[in-house]
Structures are given as C-alpha cells and as structure tokens.
C-alpha cells in the first residue's frame, strides 16, 4: 500500500487582493520515498503550493494532511512541521541569514533551542556532508551562487527533514553546478528523504523523477510514472509544456510505429538518458 506524506484535498488560496485564485480545488498527493518532479507553466500554482506545504500559508478552503492529520497553525505544531518539511527557494539570497557559512547552517538549530554541543556536531557533520568545510568561515555574500545554493540546502537537511521541496532549484547553475547540485540530491534521496521539485527543465525531469506531478491553473491535470507523462503528449502541448528532447526525437511526428523489437529499442534508448 502506497505511503503519503503530504495531501491536499480540494484546497483553495487566493493571495490579498488578487481576483483570481492561486490554487483553484488542488487534490495532490506527494508519495514517501520518491523523486517527485512538478512541472507547470509560470502562475499555475507551484509556489504557492510550496508554502502552503510549509505551513507559510494557510488554505482559504480545504485541507492539508500531513502523514495522514490535518496541519494545524499554531506556533509549536509549526516549529515541528518545518522540521519535517523543508523548503529551499529558487533565490539562495532568501535563505541566507547569517554572517557566515557556519553560522548560517546553524541558525535553525538554534531555534530549536537544542544543545550546543549537538548543534556544534550538527553543523560539522553538514559541512562535510555538502562539501563546506573550507567555506565554513567564509561571508555568505562572498559565495558564488552555485556555493550558496549548497548553503541553502545545508541550512535545511541540518534539521533532518522526510519531506524535502526545492523550487526550481536548477535556476541560473551552469552545467557543472547543475550536475553537482544533482549529486547531492542523489545522496539525500537515498539517505531516505522524499524529495519534490519544481522545475521547467523537462530533460531533468525525465533523467531524474519517480513520479511526476503536471499542474494548470492551480488544479493537479496529470500525474505518473515519467514515461507514462511524457506520453501524454497533446495534453503537454496543449498547456505548452512540451516534452524531453529524447520525446522529440523518438516520436517526431506525434506517432510511433508499433512492433516489440521498435519498442523494445525505443525503451533502452529512453533508459540511456536517465543518467542520474
């Protein structure tokens, strides 16, 4: 039986005076110990399901259950949530609190009010883990921005959270930062968090997800395995979306020829681009 960490049933937001809602009856479930991918054009709701995941927001309608309860809004059952369920933006600067790298990384810890020697073991353990050691006494203004997307997602994995959501974490890395970033969220995922990304980079998306969540107009349209989205494709094209470039190339003209070993053939060349 499957597992669900987080569920939105019918949930509605409307920010302060906007005049169209943000989510419009979203049902979304996100399934434990999966690589989930949400993909969507801009303004379909994906942020906004991001901080009301978080309990930075609180639905106008409906409700959001996590591991099966609903999410209560007071300060404590708050603190514990954001424990559990950590969110990293797509701009580092907005995460970034503290003078330096160190200090960064535990500043959450101390919220907590935990000890200080397991937060000073905390903090070591997540300099190495996200290859921070040297920059530990470094000014966080003085990081490239690679580097401070590292920080920002050792500022939340200190606090050990189960479900992990990165908004379009990919934004503005060249292709080495990218790989690196995707490495290092090889190894959270294995050390057992679910993770849920936002992205528009369709190609990663294939490579990467598990699962695939496709969102219009705040409502939950599609979601699936990678290659039973991906071929969906006049729906995707509708909500000009797309799909991979490995999609194009294989079903050029919309339509693909039938036969096992075709098949067959299609599905080693699909499974050459999932690197990650």
């Known amino acids: ?33 999966k690589r989930c991918a949400l993909i969507g054009q801009n303004g379909c709701g994906k942020t906004t399901l ?6 930075l927001y ?4 409906g409700r959001i259950s996590w591991q099966g309860k609903p999410l209560q809004y007071n300060r404590d059952y708050l ?9 990293i933006f797509q701009d580092p600067e907005q995460q970034l609190v503290a003078s330096t790298v160190e200090e960064d990384i535990s ?7 935990l000890p200080e020697v397991e937060i000073q073991q905390r903090v070591e353990q997540a300099l190495v883990e996200f290859g921070l050691t040297e920059l530990a006494q470094r000014p966080v203004h003085h990081l490239s921005l690679g580097q401070k997307k590292r920080v920002s997602i050792a500022d939340v994995m200190v606090l050990k959270p189960e479900l992990l959501l990165l908004d379009e974490p990919t934004a ?27 992205t528009h980079d369709l190609d990663l998306v294939y490579r990467w997800a598990d699962w695939i969540l ?25 909500l000009q979306l797309g799909v991979p470039l490995i999609y194009e190339m294989l079903f050029a003209d919309g339509v693909a020829e ?16 999932r690197y990650f």
Request: positive net charge; contains cysteine; glycine residues 8%.
């Open 107 to 113: 500043y959450g810890l101390c919220n907590l009010g």
């Open 58 to 61: 609180k639905p106008h309608k």
């Open 214 to 238: 496709v969102m219009d107009r705040g409502r939950l349209l599609l979601e699936g395995k990678p290659q039973d989205v991906f071929t969906q494709r006049t729906l995707l094209e509708e």
């Open 258 to 273: 039938e036969g096992p070993v075709l098949e067959r053939l299609r599905q080693r060349i699909l499974n050459l681009f």
């Open 79 to 87: 603190m514990k949530l954001r424990q559990k369920v950590g969110l």
């Open 172 to 198: 503005y890395l060249d292709r080495l930062h990218t790989r690196n970033l995707m490495a290092t969220l090889k190894k959270i995922h294995a050390s057992g968090t679910t993770i849920l990304m936002a």
């Open 1 to 33: 039986m499957q597992e669900w960490l987080l569920e939105f049933e019918q949930v509605h937001y409307t920010y302060p005076g906007g005049q169209q809602s943000a989510l419009n009856g979203l049902t979304l479930r996100i399934p434990a110990q």
């Open 50 to 55: 991001f901080l009301l995941a978080n309990g």
